[in-house]
């Protein structure tokens, strides 16, 4: 199997400019991970290579952006974080989700719903962070994007994104296009016949892959890669970002787990790794948090 990898890529000299991904183990990763079903595994696919591409777009290293999408559908809540280095974690609300076919397309807009909102928060290392929110197109993932970028972050774009899954993912892939300001109209009219090039991204990223992929989609626009990254699932929770959390709940809080349960089981949502603390344990994280509030 071909390993993942994304590209940043110019158009047109420099009039446009995409971002390519093949997410295949990535996305099958989150799939054995969470037990994810078919269409569970499309829906997280899905925003976990558009959060990872979106990731990518920031520029500090310890910058990071998280994605919720909320649709009102039997999934509930799909949710990713992506970092700068192409890095991405992710989870569904109810992963066995599974439902009828309408066609050869998984059900994911069905799945979703589209009676929601698609929100990103951007972590840049400001005070506050950038909060952009648009109401969901489709349930889709991939129009709804779509949508925040060009209505939130008023850049015209086009979103493409697939998973083929069968006992384990086939192929993934997504594209982002987006036009840069000043963008001339041949370019414009190039970006906008191109469209239903892209739609089955999935199949064409199992037959050609990456570099392939280049030049099966974007050939016609004059590609030219500008940078290579490798993206990948990974979850960077550790048991000390647990005892802080844990600390952060608050003096009472702790006590309440100290006295009546008498320990704590803390499950990571994005990787289901369990901490376990025992009752000592806590009482020390109590005892720290007491005397740092002393200080």
Not at 104 to 132: N, Q
Not at 224 to 240: F, H, T
Request: glycine share 12%; net charge negative; hydrophobic share 40%.
């Amino acid at each position: 199997m071909d390993s993942d990898g994304m590209l940043h890529i110019s158009l047109m000299g420099g009039q446009a400019r995409a971002m390519l991904i093949e997410g295949t183990q990535m996305v099958d990763r989150a799939r054995a991970l969470h037990g994810l079903s078919r269409t569970a595994t499309a829906a997280l696919g899905r925003t976990l290579m558009a959060t990872s591409m979106l990731g990518t777009m920031q520029k500090g290293a310890l910058e990071s952006v998280t994605v919720s999408i909320k649709g009102g559908g039997p999934i509930g809540t799909v949710l990713a974080v992506g970092k700068s280095d192409g890095s991405v974690k992710g989870y569904v609300e109810n992963p066995d989700v599974e439902l009828p076919r309408a066609g050869e397309k998984l059900p994911v807009g069905a799945a979703v719903g589209k009676g929601g909102k698609l929100t990103v928060i951007k972590d840049l290392g400001l005070r506050e962070p950038y909060v952009g929110q648009v109401n969901l197109a489709s349930g889709e993932i991939a129009e709804d994007f779509a949508m925040y970028f060009t209505a939130s972050e008023q850049v015209p774009s086009l979103v493409a994104l697939g998973v083929l899954v069968g006992e384990k993912v086939e192929a993934a892939g997504g594209l982002i296009v987006q036009l840069m300001p000043g963008a001339g109209e041949s370019a414009i009219r190039s970006i906008e016949a191109s469209a239903g090039m892209f739609m089955d991204i999935s199949a064409t990223m199992r037959e050609y892959h990456l570099t392939g992929a280049v030049w099966q989609l974007l050939g016609h626009l004059e590609p030219e890669v500008l940078k290579e990254i490798r993206p990948a699932y990974r979850c960077d929770c550790s048991r000390e970002r647990v005892e802080r959390a844990l600390i952060s709940l608050g003096r009472e809080e702790l006590g309440d787990m100290i006295s009546e349960q008498h320990g704590a089981e803390v499950d990571c949502h994005f990787c289901d790794r369990r901490y376990r603390f025992t009752e000592e344990e806590l009482s020390a994280l109590l005892e720290y948090a007491l005397n740092r509030r002393s200080e």
